[in-house]
């Protein structure tokens, strides 16, 4: 593993460089050095025990809350992802199951509620808290509809032409684009750019009279970096 520890540029004297802004032991320096620290946050909840089982037909309990395990989402190098059901108000929602835990994702949705201006916020995913285990975490966020742009890829390759059509990919690019520029205009790298990490919603907007129901993309934060 390359090292974290910041060196200066010599162009730049007042810039401090990372050679590895990913180094585990440097993201660990920078949230322990947080004041007040990450675990006060009101919706980040710390647990004294393991991160329970969890599997798909079950009942799990998150603090006062109980949720329904509907299904597995996903599964990718750094989490499981689930659908679950809220069964008091049917609500949707994801649970992203990381072990060991990974509180800097849960930190970047907080820089992003800090650093984002509200009227596109919607563009990247929400966590709405986080559980820390003493050998895991489970974040709690919003569930979106239809799969990831590299599921809307491979559906395209069944059809006939086999690829997405040319104003749907110029559509995507813009949007992606627009998105890391408003990530790099407050101090944010994603630094896991690709299609299976944009998933798509919609939401329902009134405009002039009439509901609006839109496609938008969303990203998620494995690997982001401030």
Not at 128 to 135: E, G, L, T, V
Not at 167 to 196: N, T
Request: net charge neutral; with cysteine; glycine share 6%.
């Amino acid at each position: 593993m390359k090292s974290g520890n910041p060196r200066t540029d010599r162009a730049n004297p007042g810039m401090t460089l990372m050679s590895d802004p990913w180094n585990e032991e440097l993201i660990g320096h920078l949230l322990g050095s947080m004041d007040p620290p990450l675990t006060a946050h009101p919706h980040c909840v710390t647990w004294q025990c393991n991160l329970p089982n969890i599997a798909p037909k079950m009942t799990l309990s998150m603090g006062n809350s109980s949720l329904r395990v509907d299904c597995v989402l996903g599964e990718g190098a750094f989490a499981k992802v689930y659908q679950a059901t809220d069964p008091m108000s049917s609500d949707k929602m994801v649970l992203k199951v990381q072990k060991p835990a990974n509180p800097w994702e849960f930190y970047i949705n907080t820089q992003l509620d800090a650093r984002i201006p509200q009227s596109v916020r919607h563009f990247y995913s929400s966590f709405h808290s986080a559980h820390f285990f003493k050998n895991g975490s489970v974040l709690l966020g919003e569930m979106h509809n239809y799969g990831t742009l590299l599921n809307a890829v491979n559906m395209y390759r069944t059809l006939g032409d086999k690829v997405m059509p040319q104003p749907l990919v110029l559509y995507f690019s813009v949007c992606i684009l627009h998105m890391i520029e408003q990530l790099h205009s407050v101090g944010i790298i994603h630094a896991d750019v690709k299609p299976d990490n944009f998933l798509l919603g919609e939401r329902r907007e009134a405009l002039m009279g009439r509901t609006w129901t839109t496609a938008w993309c969303s990203s998620t934060w494995a690997r982001a970096s401030t």
